[in-house]
Protein backbone atom coordinates (compact mmCIF):
# COMPACT_ATOMS: atom_id res chain seq x y z
CA UNK A 1 0.00 0.00 0.00
CA UNK A 2 0.55 3.63 -0.14
CA UNK A 3 1.68 5.15 2.79
CA UNK A 4 0.89 9.33 2.61
CA UNK A 5 1.43 11.60 5.45
CA UNK A 6 -1.17 14.12 6.35
CA UNK A 7 -0.66 17.72 8.29
CA UNK A 8 0.83 15.74 11.06
CA UNK A 9 2.34 12.50 10.38
CA UNK A 10 1.13 9.21 9.11
CA UNK A 11 -2.18 7.83 11.25
CA UNK A 12 -3.68 4.88 10.28
CA UNK A 13 -6.23 2.21 11.92
CA UNK A 14 -4.08 -0.34 13.88
CA UNK A 15 -3.62 -3.94 12.34
CA UNK A 16 -5.28 -2.64 9.38
CA UNK A 17 -2.92 -0.49 7.81
CA UNK A 18 -1.04 0.46 10.78
CA UNK A 19 1.25 -2.82 11.06
CA UNK A 20 4.73 -3.66 12.01
CA UNK A 21 5.55 -4.17 8.36
CA UNK A 22 4.15 -0.51 7.29
CA UNK A 23 6.51 0.79 10.18
CA UNK A 24 8.90 -0.96 9.49
CA UNK A 25 8.75 0.73 5.72
CA UNK A 26 8.30 4.15 6.97
CA UNK A 27 11.02 4.03 10.24
CA UNK A 28 13.57 2.85 7.11
CA UNK A 29 12.59 5.46 4.77
CA UNK A 30 13.29 8.19 8.37
CA UNK A 31 16.68 6.43 8.22
CA UNK A 32 17.66 6.78 4.59
CA UNK A 33 16.61 10.96 5.03
CA UNK A 34 18.65 11.56 7.78
CA UNK A 35 21.52 9.94 6.56
CA UNK A 36 21.69 11.72 3.34
CA UNK A 37 21.44 15.15 5.77
CA UNK A 38 24.19 14.04 8.34
CA UNK A 39 26.87 12.38 8.53
CA UNK A 40 26.80 11.32 12.11
CA UNK A 41 22.24 10.97 11.77
CA UNK A 42 20.70 10.61 14.77
CA UNK A 43 17.40 10.34 16.00
CA UNK A 44 15.06 10.50 19.65
CA UNK A 45 12.22 8.44 19.56
CA UNK A 46 9.09 7.81 22.05
CA UNK A 47 5.59 6.37 22.42
CA UNK A 48 2.44 7.57 23.54
CA UNK A 49 -0.28 5.49 25.78
CA UNK A 50 -1.73 3.78 22.42
CA UNK A 51 -2.00 0.08 22.21
CA UNK A 52 1.31 -1.78 20.86
CA UNK A 53 3.21 1.86 21.28
CA UNK A 54 5.99 -0.12 22.55
CA UNK A 55 5.94 -2.99 19.75
CA UNK A 56 6.24 -0.20 16.87
CA UNK A 57 8.50 1.57 18.83
CA UNK A 58 11.04 -1.05 19.15
CA UNK A 59 10.34 -2.27 15.58
CA UNK A 60 10.83 1.97 14.39
CA UNK A 61 14.78 1.51 16.87
CA UNK A 62 15.66 -1.99 15.15
CA UNK A 63 15.30 -0.84 11.57
CA UNK A 64 16.70 2.81 12.35
CA UNK A 65 19.81 1.31 14.37
CA UNK A 66 20.10 -1.33 11.44
CA UNK A 67 20.91 1.38 9.22
CA UNK A 68 23.43 3.05 11.31
CA UNK A 69 21.00 5.90 12.88
CA UNK A 70 22.03 6.36 16.49
CA UNK A 71 18.71 6.48 18.45
CA UNK A 72 17.96 7.81 21.73
CA UNK A 73 15.27 6.49 23.38
CA UNK A 74 12.20 6.86 25.88
CA UNK A 75 11.43 3.88 28.27
CA UNK A 76 7.52 4.26 29.07
CA UNK A 77 4.97 6.56 27.77
CA UNK A 78 6.54 9.96 26.45
CA UNK A 79 4.59 13.16 25.23
CA UNK A 80 5.06 14.56 21.85
CA UNK A 81 6.98 17.85 23.39
CA UNK A 82 9.47 15.65 24.99
CA UNK A 83 10.90 13.98 21.44
CA UNK A 84 10.90 17.70 20.16
CA UNK A 85 13.04 19.06 23.29
CA UNK A 86 15.15 16.57 22.71
CA UNK A 87 15.79 16.96 19.41
CA UNK A 88 17.08 20.36 20.72
CA UNK A 89 18.71 19.33 24.05
CA UNK A 90 20.58 16.18 22.21
CA UNK A 91 21.50 17.91 18.81
CA UNK A 92 19.80 15.24 17.11
CA UNK A 93 18.80 15.24 12.98
CA UNK A 94 15.00 14.45 13.80
CA UNK A 95 13.02 12.90 15.69
CA UNK A 96 10.22 10.18 16.08
CA UNK A 97 7.03 9.74 18.16
CA UNK A 98 4.45 6.81 17.35
CA UNK A 99 1.44 8.56 18.57
CA UNK A 100 -2.10 9.00 16.50
CA UNK A 101 -2.61 11.99 18.75
CA UNK A 102 -6.10 13.09 19.26
CA UNK A 103 -7.35 10.35 16.83
CA UNK A 104 -10.14 7.51 18.01
CA UNK A 105 -8.07 4.71 20.13
CA UNK A 106 -8.80 2.22 17.22
CA UNK A 107 -5.56 4.37 14.98
CA UNK A 108 -1.79 4.69 15.85
CA UNK A 109 0.95 6.70 14.13
CA UNK A 110 4.25 7.79 13.31
CA UNK A 111 5.20 11.82 14.00
CA UNK A 112 8.31 13.43 12.29
CA UNK A 113 10.27 15.90 13.77
CA UNK A 114 12.49 18.07 12.94
CA UNK A 115 16.01 18.94 14.51
CA UNK A 116 14.94 22.97 15.50
CA UNK A 117 11.84 21.31 17.86
CA UNK A 118 9.21 21.47 15.97
CA UNK A 119 6.97 19.88 13.24
CA UNK A 120 8.83 18.42 10.55
CA UNK A 121 8.13 20.85 7.11
CA UNK A 122 6.26 19.57 4.02
CA UNK A 123 9.27 19.68 2.17
CA UNK A 124 10.91 17.12 4.56
CA UNK A 125 7.89 14.75 4.37
CA UNK A 126 7.93 14.84 0.93
CA UNK A 127 11.45 13.58 1.25
CA UNK A 128 10.35 11.30 3.53
CA UNK A 129 7.49 9.83 1.51
CA UNK A 130 9.59 9.55 -1.70
CA UNK A 131 11.95 7.14 0.16
CA UNK A 132 9.39 4.52 1.75
CA UNK A 133 10.30 1.10 0.12
CA UNK A 134 7.61 -1.62 -0.81
CA UNK A 135 8.93 -3.52 1.79
CA UNK A 136 11.60 -3.15 4.75
CA UNK A 137 12.94 -6.09 6.48
CA UNK A 138 12.34 -5.95 10.50
CA UNK A 139 16.28 -6.96 11.91
CA UNK A 140 16.10 -10.18 14.23
CA UNK A 141 18.98 -8.12 16.03
CA UNK A 142 18.09 -7.59 19.81
CA UNK A 143 17.94 -4.15 21.35
CA UNK A 144 20.46 -4.73 23.54
CA UNK A 145 22.54 -5.78 20.99
CA UNK A 146 22.10 -2.43 19.62
CA UNK A 147 22.94 -0.69 22.71
CA UNK A 148 26.24 -2.59 22.95
CA UNK A 149 27.40 -1.54 20.05
CA UNK A 150 26.47 1.71 20.78
CA UNK A 151 23.82 2.41 18.35
CA UNK A 152 20.69 2.60 20.98
CA UNK A 153 21.32 4.71 24.09
CA UNK A 154 18.33 5.00 26.55
CA UNK A 155 17.79 9.03 27.58
CA UNK A 156 15.41 9.91 30.45
CA UNK A 157 13.42 12.25 28.72
CA UNK A 158 10.50 13.00 31.42
CA UNK A 159 13.32 13.75 33.51
CA UNK A 160 14.84 16.31 30.69
CA UNK A 161 11.59 17.96 30.55
CA UNK A 162 11.11 18.05 34.14
CA UNK A 163 14.43 19.97 34.19
CA UNK A 164 13.62 22.32 31.74
CA UNK A 165 10.39 23.54 32.94
CA UNK A 166 12.19 24.00 36.27
CA UNK A 167 14.50 26.48 35.24
CA UNK A 168 11.62 28.22 32.87
CA UNK A 169 9.31 28.53 35.04
CA UNK A 170 8.50 29.82 39.04
CA UNK A 171 7.61 26.06 40.11
CA UNK A 172 7.87 27.54 44.13
CA UNK A 173 4.90 30.03 43.38
CA UNK A 174 2.97 27.84 41.86
CA UNK A 175 3.52 25.10 44.25
CA UNK A 176 3.10 27.84 47.39
CA UNK A 177 0.08 29.54 45.62
CA UNK A 178 -2.51 27.80 47.71
CA UNK A 179 -3.89 27.02 44.68
CA UNK A 180 -5.27 23.50 43.50
CA UNK A 181 -5.53 22.69 40.10
CA UNK A 182 -8.00 20.32 38.11
CA UNK A 183 -5.99 17.96 35.39
CA UNK A 184 -7.42 15.17 32.82
CA UNK A 185 -5.13 13.67 31.17
CA UNK A 186 -7.30 11.68 29.09
CA UNK A 187 -5.81 8.65 29.54
CA UNK A 188 -2.83 10.23 27.50
CA UNK A 189 1.05 10.80 27.99
CA UNK A 190 0.42 14.19 29.73
CA UNK A 191 -0.19 12.04 32.75
CA UNK A 192 3.38 11.03 34.66
CA UNK A 193 5.01 14.44 34.09
CA UNK A 194 2.12 16.68 34.98
CA UNK A 195 1.78 14.58 38.15
CA UNK A 196 5.41 14.85 38.80
CA UNK A 197 5.28 18.17 38.85
CA UNK A 198 2.71 19.16 40.92
CA UNK A 199 2.62 16.46 43.28
CA UNK A 200 0.53 18.09 45.95
CA UNK A 201 -1.84 21.13 44.08
CA UNK A 202 -3.09 18.73 41.94
CA UNK A 203 -6.96 17.07 41.73
CA UNK A 204 -6.84 14.56 38.40
CA UNK A 205 -8.52 12.48 36.75
CA UNK A 206 -7.75 9.70 33.90
CA UNK A 207 -3.75 9.50 34.56
CA UNK A 208 -3.74 6.01 34.26
CA UNK A 209 -2.60 4.05 31.30
CA UNK A 210 -5.78 2.93 29.09
CA UNK A 211 -4.85 2.38 25.32
CA UNK A 212 -8.22 2.60 24.37
CA UNK A 213 -8.84 5.59 25.90
CA UNK A 214 -12.06 4.60 27.61
CA UNK A 215 -13.63 4.16 23.80
CA UNK A 216 -13.27 7.81 23.52
CA UNK A 217 -11.19 9.75 21.11
CA UNK A 218 -8.57 12.02 23.64
CA UNK A 219 -9.28 15.07 22.30
CA UNK A 220 -9.52 17.73 24.35
CA UNK A 221 -13.53 19.53 24.07
CA UNK A 222 -15.99 20.23 26.16
CA UNK A 223 -17.87 17.72 24.73
CA UNK A 224 -15.49 14.90 25.54
CA UNK A 225 -14.54 16.21 29.13
CA UNK A 226 -18.10 16.44 30.69
CA UNK A 227 -16.99 14.09 33.44
CA UNK A 228 -14.01 16.95 34.27
CA UNK A 229 -16.18 19.88 33.94
CA UNK A 230 -18.94 18.11 36.55
CA UNK A 231 -15.97 17.02 38.72
CA UNK A 232 -14.80 20.88 38.52
CA UNK A 233 -18.21 22.54 38.95
CA UNK A 234 -18.80 19.67 42.43
CA UNK A 235 -15.71 21.05 44.04
CA UNK A 236 -15.12 24.03 46.34
CA UNK A 237 -11.41 23.62 46.09
CA UNK A 238 -10.29 23.30 41.93
CA UNK A 239 -9.17 27.28 40.96
CA UNK A 240 -8.50 26.24 37.31
CA UNK A 241 -8.38 22.93 35.04
CA UNK A 242 -7.14 21.78 32.40
CA UNK A 243 -7.00 18.72 29.71
CA UNK A 244 -4.21 17.64 27.31
CA UNK A 245 -4.54 15.07 24.08
CA UNK A 246 -3.48 11.84 23.79
CA UNK A 247 0.38 12.90 23.13
CA UNK A 248 0.18 16.34 25.24
CA UNK A 249 0.93 18.48 22.59
CA UNK A 250 -2.60 20.28 23.23
CA UNK A 251 -4.80 21.64 25.42
CA UNK A 252 -8.42 22.58 26.76
CA UNK A 253 -8.69 24.73 30.00
CA UNK A 254 -12.05 25.44 32.34
CA UNK A 255 -12.65 27.88 35.04
CA UNK A 256 -13.71 27.00 38.82
CA UNK A 257 -17.39 26.71 37.93
CA UNK A 258 -16.86 24.29 35.14
CA UNK A 259 -17.27 26.42 32.25
CA UNK A 260 -14.55 25.68 28.90
CA UNK A 261 -12.36 27.77 28.21
CA UNK A 262 -11.42 27.95 24.56
CA UNK A 263 -8.27 28.08 22.69
CA UNK A 264 -8.94 32.21 21.76
CA UNK A 265 -8.89 32.74 25.25
CA UNK A 266 -6.33 31.00 25.97
CA UNK A 267 -3.93 32.42 23.38
CA UNK A 268 -5.60 35.73 24.00
CA UNK A 269 -4.28 34.85 28.08
CA UNK A 270 -0.81 34.08 26.78
CA UNK A 271 -0.40 37.55 24.99
CA UNK A 272 -1.46 39.49 27.37
CA UNK A 273 0.89 37.73 30.36
CA UNK A 274 3.98 37.67 28.36
CA UNK A 275 3.22 40.98 26.61
CA UNK A 276 1.64 43.22 29.58
CA UNK A 277 2.70 41.48 32.46
CA UNK A 278 6.46 40.38 31.55
CA UNK A 279 7.25 42.89 28.76
CA UNK A 280 8.24 40.60 26.46
CA UNK A 281 7.45 41.62 22.39
CA UNK A 282 7.53 39.90 19.25
CA UNK A 283 5.06 38.55 16.26
CA UNK A 284 1.84 36.51 17.16
CA UNK A 285 1.46 33.97 14.58
CA UNK A 286 -2.49 32.26 14.41
CA UNK A 287 -3.97 29.82 12.11
CA UNK A 288 -6.86 31.51 9.93
CA UNK A 289 -9.40 29.84 12.52
CA UNK A 290 -8.64 31.41 15.48
CA UNK A 291 -10.44 34.71 16.77
CA UNK A 292 -10.16 38.15 14.89
CA UNK A 293 -10.20 39.48 19.27
CA UNK A 294 -6.49 38.28 18.80
CA UNK A 295 -6.00 41.17 16.29
CA UNK A 296 -7.64 43.55 17.89
CA UNK A 297 -5.21 42.70 21.09
CA UNK A 298 -2.22 42.75 18.57
CA UNK A 299 -3.58 46.85 17.87
CA UNK A 300 -3.99 47.41 21.15
CA UNK A 301 -0.22 46.25 22.43
CA UNK A 302 1.29 47.20 19.27
CA UNK A 303 2.42 43.65 18.12
CA UNK A 304 2.76 42.55 14.36
CA UNK A 305 0.07 39.44 13.70
CA UNK A 306 -0.23 36.70 10.97
CA UNK A 307 -2.75 35.05 10.04
CA UNK A 308 -2.03 31.78 8.16
CA UNK A 309 -3.42 28.48 6.86
CA UNK A 310 -4.83 25.80 9.06
CA UNK A 311 -2.15 23.72 10.32
CA UNK A 312 0.77 24.22 13.06
CA UNK A 313 3.56 23.21 10.72
CA UNK A 314 2.52 27.23 8.92
CA UNK A 315 3.14 28.90 12.38
CA UNK A 316 5.88 26.67 13.07
CA UNK A 317 8.02 27.76 9.88
CA UNK A 318 7.13 31.69 10.94
CA UNK A 319 8.65 30.45 14.77
CA UNK A 320 12.12 29.22 13.08
CA UNK A 321 12.56 32.31 10.91
CA UNK A 322 11.03 35.35 12.85
CA UNK A 323 10.88 36.21 16.67
CA UNK A 324 7.47 35.09 17.45
CA UNK A 325 5.98 35.37 20.69
CA UNK A 326 2.95 33.52 20.74
CA UNK A 327 1.55 30.54 18.02
CA UNK A 328 -1.54 28.86 17.99
CA UNK A 329 -4.17 27.31 16.47
CA UNK A 330 -8.10 26.91 17.54
CA UNK A 331 -7.35 23.27 18.09
CA UNK A 332 -5.82 23.79 21.08
CA UNK A 333 -1.83 23.77 19.68
CA UNK A 334 -0.83 26.58 20.60
CA UNK A 335 3.67 27.43 21.75
CA UNK A 336 5.34 30.41 22.88
CA UNK A 337 8.35 32.11 23.03
CA UNK A 338 11.14 30.82 25.37
CA UNK A 339 10.28 27.31 24.67
CA UNK A 340 10.79 25.39 21.84
CA UNK A 341 8.51 25.71 18.60
CA UNK A 342 6.10 23.35 19.17
CA UNK A 343 2.45 22.38 20.44
CA UNK A 344 2.68 21.84 24.47
CA UNK A 345 -0.35 21.48 25.98
CA UNK A 346 1.37 21.01 29.75
CA UNK A 347 4.05 24.17 28.63
CA UNK A 348 0.43 26.26 28.14
CA UNK A 349 -1.17 25.46 30.99
CA UNK A 350 1.67 25.92 33.75
CA UNK A 351 1.96 29.74 32.23
CA UNK A 352 -1.19 30.02 32.95
CA UNK A 353 -1.04 28.73 36.59
CA UNK A 354 2.16 30.90 36.97
CA UNK A 355 -0.11 33.90 35.91
CA UNK A 356 -2.58 33.29 38.13
CA UNK A 357 0.06 32.62 40.94
CA UNK A 358 1.92 36.20 40.60
CA UNK A 359 -1.12 37.99 40.50
CA UNK A 360 -3.20 36.15 42.68
CA UNK A 361 -6.02 36.24 40.60
CA UNK A 362 -8.47 33.64 39.16
CA UNK A 363 -8.27 32.82 35.92
CA UNK A 364 -11.83 34.54 35.44
CA UNK A 365 -10.39 37.75 36.76
CA UNK A 366 -7.93 37.58 34.45
CA UNK A 367 -10.23 36.96 31.41
CA UNK A 368 -11.95 40.06 32.35
CA UNK A 369 -9.20 41.90 31.74
CA UNK A 370 -8.58 40.36 28.03
CA UNK A 371 -12.24 41.57 27.87
CA UNK A 372 -11.46 45.05 29.09
CA UNK A 373 -9.28 45.33 25.76
CA UNK A 374 -10.65 43.06 23.06
CA UNK A 375 -14.74 43.21 24.62
CA UNK A 376 -16.55 39.98 25.12
CA UNK A 377 -17.12 36.97 23.12
CA UNK A 378 -18.32 33.41 22.73
CA UNK A 379 -16.84 30.81 20.37
CA UNK A 380 -17.89 27.47 19.16
CA UNK A 381 -17.72 24.95 16.30
CA UNK A 382 -19.85 22.30 14.95
CA UNK A 383 -18.69 19.48 12.85
CA UNK A 384 -21.20 18.43 10.42
CA UNK A 385 -21.58 14.86 9.26
CA UNK A 386 -22.83 14.94 6.20
CA UNK A 387 -22.95 13.00 2.69
CA UNK A 388 -19.82 14.22 0.52
CA UNK A 389 -22.18 15.43 -2.28
CA UNK A 390 -23.74 17.86 -0.05
CA UNK A 391 -20.17 18.67 1.65
CA UNK A 392 -19.07 19.48 -2.18
CA UNK A 393 -22.47 21.70 -2.64
CA UNK A 394 -21.47 23.87 0.56
CA UNK A 395 -18.13 24.02 -0.86
CA UNK A 396 -19.24 25.21 -4.66
CA UNK A 397 -21.70 28.00 -3.09
CA UNK A 398 -18.87 29.36 -0.88
CA UNK A 399 -16.22 29.08 -3.96
CA UNK A 400 -19.02 30.92 -6.46
CA UNK A 401 -19.77 33.53 -3.76
CA UNK A 402 -23.49 32.61 -3.33
CA UNK A 403 -23.79 33.08 0.25
CA UNK A 404 -24.88 36.76 0.46
CA UNK A 405 -26.41 35.98 4.21
CA UNK A 406 -27.31 33.63 6.42
CA UNK A 407 -30.87 34.02 7.49
CA UNK A 408 -31.28 37.27 9.08
CA UNK A 409 -27.31 37.74 9.46
CA UNK A 410 -25.95 40.06 6.21
CA UNK A 411 -22.44 38.74 5.44
CA UNK A 412 -20.38 42.59 5.40
CA UNK A 413 -17.00 40.67 4.11
CA UNK A 414 -15.37 37.12 3.82
CA UNK A 415 -11.69 36.10 4.08
CA UNK A 416 -10.43 32.64 2.12
CA UNK A 417 -7.11 32.30 3.18
CA UNK A 418 -8.37 28.55 3.94
CA UNK A 419 -11.82 27.98 3.65
CA UNK A 420 -13.98 30.57 4.05
CA UNK A 421 -14.79 32.97 6.91
CA UNK A 422 -17.74 35.82 6.79
CA UNK A 423 -17.61 38.52 9.36
CA UNK A 424 -21.06 40.04 10.37
CA UNK A 425 -22.66 42.44 12.02
CA UNK A 426 -22.14 42.96 15.85
CA UNK A 427 -18.40 41.37 15.68
CA UNK A 428 -19.42 38.23 15.06
CA UNK A 429 -18.44 35.96 12.42
CA UNK A 430 -18.63 32.57 10.86
CA UNK A 431 -16.23 30.26 9.11
CA UNK A 432 -17.01 27.19 6.71
CA UNK A 433 -14.09 24.79 5.86
CA UNK A 434 -14.36 20.93 4.78
CA UNK A 435 -11.88 18.54 6.65
CA UNK A 436 -9.52 17.47 4.16
CA UNK A 437 -10.03 13.86 6.10
CA UNK A 438 -13.50 12.98 6.70
CA UNK A 439 -16.66 13.76 5.22
CA UNK A 440 -17.22 16.44 7.66
CA UNK A 441 -18.21 20.15 7.26
CA UNK A 442 -16.60 22.64 9.94
CA UNK A 443 -18.61 25.66 10.67
CA UNK A 444 -16.87 27.96 13.45
CA UNK A 445 -18.51 30.78 15.08
CA UNK A 446 -17.64 33.55 17.23
CA UNK A 447 -20.86 36.38 18.46
CA UNK A 448 -21.20 38.20 21.69
CA UNK A 449 -21.89 35.41 24.51
CA UNK A 450 -23.01 32.15 24.33
CA UNK A 451 -26.71 32.27 23.39
CA UNK A 452 -25.92 34.36 20.43
CA UNK A 453 -23.14 31.65 18.82
CA UNK A 454 -25.51 29.02 19.63
CA UNK A 455 -28.43 30.90 17.51
CA UNK A 456 -25.85 31.64 14.71
CA UNK A 457 -24.35 28.48 14.36
CA UNK A 458 -27.85 26.86 14.08
CA UNK A 459 -28.99 29.31 11.56
CA UNK A 460 -25.83 28.47 9.47
CA UNK A 461 -26.35 25.14 10.04
CA UNK A 462 -29.67 24.97 9.01
CA UNK A 463 -28.97 27.47 5.86
CA UNK A 464 -25.84 25.48 4.52
CA UNK A 465 -28.33 21.75 4.80
CA UNK A 466 -31.02 23.53 3.17
Not at 13 to 36: C, G, M, P, Y
Request: aromatic share 10%; proline share 4%; with cysteine.
Amino acid sequence: MQIKFGTDGWRAIIAQEFTTDNVARVAKATALWVKSTSATPSIAIGHDCRFAGPLFTEVSIKVLCNEGVKVYAHKGICATPMISLACVKLNTSAGVVITASHNPPSYNGFKLKSNFGGPSTPAEIAKVEALIPEHADIPSTSLAAFEAQGLLEYVDLETMYFNHVEASFDMNAIRNSGMIFGYDAMYGAGQKITRRLLPSNLVYLHCEENPGFNGQAPEPLHKNLLEFSNLIKNSTDIEFGFANDGDADRIGCYDNEGNFIDSHHVILLLIHYLHKYKGLTGKVAISFTVSDKIKIMCDAYGLPCEVTPVGFKYVCEIMINEDVLVGGEESGGIAIKGHIPERDGVWMALVLMEFMAKTGKTIKELIAEVYAVVGTFDYDRYDLHISEEIKQKVIAKCKNDEYKSFGKYTIERKEDIDGWKYFLPDGAWVMIRASGTEPVLRVYGQAKDRAAVIELLDTVKAVLLS
